[in-house]
């Protein structure tokens, strides 16, 4: 006994007690169905149990380590894996009733304090350290597809609605050429393309504007002037300068990158400091010299955050300007015409390879700033 | 030995030396938007070869927009400066000195190496010859075993020790140094002293000192300059000449302590100008 009641685990020992008491699928008054109640579930009784089990024991007890944790997200998995065999094997979905919602919700208070307990957890050694740091967002992850899935199957709500989470990744499993196809047209061309040249000459376009202090003030409010234009706007005007193939998409993304990455780098050549400004002039390091040893260094935190945003903006870009016009590939053209169809679960495995894209990309852009400017104050840690 | 023998006021310098640094009649007047900051005025001062010069007044008295005049961070707006015969922006180019700023002023993306190593690297020097300068320098301020670190693992006094470390691997002929020890401790400050002592003694070189301390100013200077507060004026030229080998210890002899009473005399003498 700590001392303190554990409150999370104590409401989902209360709940699951309840779940045993109340039925776990409503009736259905034409048919005449039964209602279910725990005596019909042989396997969803025994998680409810262990459930009851495990919240008495922890609100005693509390959650106190890790492996306590792993212990309660044990039964949770177990919980959960007789919740969805429940909806999909023993016919609840469509049907599920108070028990069956108050079961999950405790299952939810268990997972809340587990993953609570792993993400407040400190080592000095690095490989523990992240692999809590891991598992923390993992589970929180696959805990929020849980409920997406039980939502969407035990309300029984329709397909074209928000199908659940298992058929999209059913669909996205039996797609993978189509996926791979439309990822190769939109990402790997379109997007690289258009973000390395919109990147790259915004860059340069920033180190030349900084050498006229004409342009620093005229340019500035013209970027901010392009860069508010809707790509609504710019992209059938690309598609017509450019063609139909991804080369007018890179054309919108360079627009849309290049006054993030010009505005950011212009005011990051400006922070590096008088006292490390004067200090060069003592080594009388020319211009370029300067530059490349000081000032670029300098701003690379600012460069960075243009890099971050523009990844994001990029893949917005260009499934976007797919909507106006595009060989027949290319993500932004599967999402226009499969939501014509009514094929919702192809719009959402497309949606979902974008949001895995965009991760993906947005997550190597974090790690290479992450590697490049250990030295910012943001990043350090003290290590002797 | 009488004091007169110790202390001497400034006879006119024979032409014959070699003078460093030859100011005349500079003035600065900064121009800020609550009217202007006279920050020097009407300033005198010649260092010859070899001579290590120490800067003491109050704080705000000018000493380092002095230096930086001299470094050509900053341009007189009246008078005549010449840096070995040559003009400051000049004598800047030549890269004639090595400056050491009053805060370390590490760049906090290069680790303590690589810092000493950037004036070697903008002179274009050979990886070897880069490497070896480093580990010398960094090897004088004591600081062997921390060239991977990078500045913001270091104390503020190590910190200053590396830019220090910097201005020396520079190995230029004149060292202007603007209250290089004034975040240490006494202890290491002490040492550093002797150190600089030290590598003054052995290499000829000039150094000019800007400082807030009496006895650090007697113990290092072959000559003192006494400036008073704003506008900064020379007030006092003092000259010394303890044995270039001299250790802590001259600071409990009755010679020390006149030059430091004299010193004082000045700095006090200054402050009156204002009531
Ligand atoms: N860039 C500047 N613009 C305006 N005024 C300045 C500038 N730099 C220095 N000053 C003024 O000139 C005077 C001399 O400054 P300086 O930094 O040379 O003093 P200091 O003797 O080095 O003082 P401390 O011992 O505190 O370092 C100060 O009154 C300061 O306010
Ligand atoms: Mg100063």
């Given at each position: 006994?700590?001392?303190?009641?554990?409150?999370?685990?104590?409401?989902?020992?209360?709940?699951?007690?309840l779940?045993?008491v109340?039925?776990?699928?409503?009736?259905?008054?034409?048919?005449?169905?039964n209602v279910?109640?725990?005596?019909?579930?042989?396997?969803?009784?025994?998680?409810?149990?262990?459930?009851?089990?495990?919240?008495?024991?922890?609100?005693?007890?509390?959650?106190?380590?890790?492996?306590r944790?792993?212990?309660?997200?044990?039964?949770?998995?177990?919980?959960?894996?007789?919740?969805?065999a429940?909806?999909?094997?023993?016919?609840?979905?469509?049907?599920?009733?108070?028990?069956?919602?108050?079961?999950?919700?405790?299952?939810?208070?268990l997972?809340?304090?587990?993953?609570?307990?792993?993400?407040?957890?400190?080592?000095?050694?690095?490989?523990?350290?992240?692999?809590?740091n891991?598992?923390?967002?993992?589970?929180f992850?696959?805990?929020?597809l849980?409920?997406?899935?039980?939502?969407t199957?035990g309300?029984?709500?329709?397909?074209?609605?928000?199908?659940?989470?298992?058929?999209i990744?059913?669909?996205?499993?039996s797609?993978?050429?189509?996926l791979w196809?439309?990822?190769?047209?939109?990402?790997?061309?379109?997007?690289?393309?258009?973000?390395?040249?919109?990147?790259?000459?915004?860059?340069i376009?920033?180190?030349?504007?900084?050498?006229v202090?004409?342009?620093?003030?005229?340019?500035?409010?013209?970027?901010?002037?392009v860069?508010?234009?809707?790509i609504?706007g710019v992209?059938?005007?690309?598609v017509?300068?450019?063609?139909?193939?991804?080369?007018?998409?890179?054309?919108?993304?360079?627009?849309?990158?290049?006054?993030?990455?010009?505005?950011?780098?212009?005011?990051?050549?400006?922070?590096?400091?008088r006292?490390?400004?004067?200090?060069?002039a003592?080594?009388?390091?020319?211009?370029?010299?300067?530059?490349?040893?000081?000032?670029?260094?300098?701003?690379?935190?600012f460069?960075?955050?243009?890099?971050?945003?523009?990844?994001?903006?990029a893949?917005?870009?260009?499934?976007?300007?797919?909507?106006?016009?595009?060989?027949?590939?290319?993500?932004?053209?599967?999402?226009?015409?499969?939501?014509?169809?009514?094929?919702?679960?192809?719009v959402?495995?497309e949606?979902?390879?974008?949001?895995?894209?965009?991760?993906?990309?947005?997550?190597?852009?974090?790690?290479?700033?992450?590697?490049?400017t250990?030295?910012?104050p943001?990043?350090?840690?003290r290590?002797? | 030995?009488t004091?007169?023998?110790?202390?001497?006021?400034?006879?006119?310098?024979?032409?014959?030396?070699?003078?460093?640094?030859?100011?005349?009649?500079?003035?600065?007047t900064?121009?800020?938007?609550?009217?202007?900051?006279?920050a020097?005025s009407?300033?005198?001062?010649t260092?010859?070869?070899?001579?290590?010069?120490?800067?003491?007044g109050?704080?705000g008295?000018?000493?380092?927009?002095?230096?930086?005049?001299?470094?050509?961070?900053?341009r007189?707006?009246?008078?005549?400066?010449?840096?070995n015969?040559?003009?400051?922006?000049?004598?800047r180019?030549?890269?004639?000195?090595?400056?050491?700023?009053?805060?370390?002023?590490?760049?906090?993306?290069?680790?303590i190496?690589?810092?000493v190593?950037?004036?070697?690297e903008?002179?274009?020097l050979?990886?070897?010859?880069?490497?070896?300068?480093?580990?010398?320098?960094?090897?004088l301020?004591?600081?062997?075993?921390?060239e991977?670190?990078?500045?913001?693992?270091?104390?503020?006094?190590?910190?200053?020790?590396?830019?220090?470390?910097?201005?020396?691997?520079?190995?230029?002929?004149?060292l202007?140094m603007?209250?290089?020890?004034?975040?240490?401790d006494?202890?290491?400050?002490?040492?550093l002293?002797?150190?600089?002592?030290?590598?003054?003694?052995?290499?000829?070189?000039?150094?000019?000192?800007?400082?807030?301390?009496?006895?650090?100013?007697?113990?290092?200077?072959?000559?003192?300059?006494?400036?008073?507060?704003?506008?900064?004026?020379?007030i006092?030229?003092?000259?010394?000449?303890?044995?270039?080998?001299r250790?802590l210890?001259i600071?409990?002899?009755?010679?020390?302590?006149?030059?430091?009473?004299?010193?004082?005399?000045?700095?006090?003498?200054?402050?009156s100008?204002?009531?």
């Amino acid at each position: 006994m700590t001392g303190k009641l554990d409150k999370f685990c104590l409401v989902a020992a209360v709940f699951a007690l309840l779940s045993l008491v109340f039925p776990l699928s409503g009736v259905d008054i034409d048919t005449g169905k039964n209602v279910a109640f725990v005596s019909d579930l042989p396997g969803l009784a025994s998680a409810m149990v262990a459930c009851v089990v495990a919240g008495v024991v922890f609100t005693w007890y509390g959650v106190t380590s890790v492996l306590r944790a792993c212990i309660v997200l044990a039964v949770v998995v177990f919980g959960a894996w007789q919740a969805v065999a429940a909806l999909y094997h023993q016919g609840l979905a469509g049907y599920a009733s108070y028990g069956f919602w108050m079961f999950i919700f405790s299952l939810w208070a268990l997972v809340w304090r587990a993953i609570d307990v792993i993400a407040n957890y400190h080592s000095l050694e690095n490989g523990k350290q992240q692999t809590a740091n891991i598992i923390v967002p993992v589970a929180f992850g696959i805990w929020l597809l849980f409920l997406w899935e039980v939502i969407t199957a035990g309300f029984g709500v329709p397909q074209v609605l928000l199908p659940p989470p298992s058929m999209i990744g059913a669909r996205f499993a039996s797609s993978t050429g189509i996926l791979w196809d439309d990822f190769r047209q939109t990402f790997l061309k379109a997007v690289i393309a258009g973000y390395v040249l919109g990147c790259g000459s915004g860059l340069i376009v920033a180190i030349a504007v900084d050498r006229v202090p004409f342009l620093k003030r005229g340019l500035l409010p013209l970027g901010n002037m392009v860069s508010a234009l809707p790509i609504i706007g710019v992209a059938p005007i690309m598609v017509m300068w450019f063609g139909f193939d991804w080369q007018s998409k890179a054309a919108v993304i360079v627009i849309m990158t290049f006054f993030p990455m010009l505005v950011n780098t212009v005011s990051g050549l400006s922070a590096a400091g008088r006292l490390e400004k004067d200090l060069m002039a003592t080594y009388a390091s020319g211009y370029w010299s300067t530059l490349f040893r000081l000032r670029l260094p300098a701003a690379l935190p600012f460069i960075f955050n243009a890099l971050k945003i523009n990844s994001t903006l990029a893949l917005i870009g260009a499934i976007v300007a797919e909507f106006f016009g595009t060989p027949i590939v290319g993500m932004g053209f599967r999402i226009s015409t499969e939501v014509g169809r009514m094929n919702v679960d192809m719009v959402w495995a497309e949606i979902a390879l974008a949001a895995l894209a965009g991760t993906a990309f947005y997550g190597a852009v974090a790690f290479a700033e992450r590697k490049v400017t250990s030295w910012h104050p943001s990043f350090r840690v003290r290590r002797h | 030995m009488t004091l007169q023998a110790v202390v001497n006021n400034v006879a006119p310098m024979a032409a014959s030396k070699d003078v460093v640094v030859d100011i005349q009649k500079m003035s600065l007047t900064f121009q800020t938007a609550d009217g202007p900051v006279y920050a020097l005025s009407e300033v005198d001062l010649t260092i010859n070869k070899g001579e290590f010069v120490s800067f003491i007044g109050p704080s705000g008295c000018g000493k380092t927009t002095l230096l930086r005049v001299i470094a050509d961070l900053e341009r007189a707006t009246g008078g005549d400066i010449l840096i070995n015969g040559v003009s400051p922006q000049q004598a800047r180019e030549d890269r004639s000195y090595g400056y050491v700023f009053q805060a370390p002023a590490l760049l906090p993306w290069r680790s303590i190496e690589r810092n000493v190593t950037l004036p070697l690297e903008i002179m274009e020097l050979s990886k070897e010859e880069r490497l070896r300068r480093a580990h010398e320098a960094l090897k004088l301020v004591e600081l062997n075993g921390f060239e991977k670190k990078f500045p913001w693992q270091l104390s503020g006094g190590m910190q200053q020790r590396a830019s220090i470390a910097r201005a020396l691997s520079f190995d230029a002929d004149l060292l202007l140094m603007d209250e290089p020890f004034g975040a240490l401790d006494e202890i290491v400050r002490d040492h550093l002293n002797e150190q600089l002592l030290k590598l003054w003694a052995r290499t000829n070189k000039t150094v000019a000192f800007v400082t807030h301390s009496i006895p650090e100013a007697v113990f290092l200077s072959s000559k003192i300059v006494v400036m008073s507060p704003r506008p900064g004026r020379i007030i006092d030229v003092i000259e010394t000449d303890f044995a270039k080998d001299r250790t802590l210890d001259i600071r409990e002899t009755p010679e020390f302590l006149e030059v430091a009473h004299r010193v004082r005399e000045g700095l006090r003498a200054g402050h009156s100008y204002d009531d």
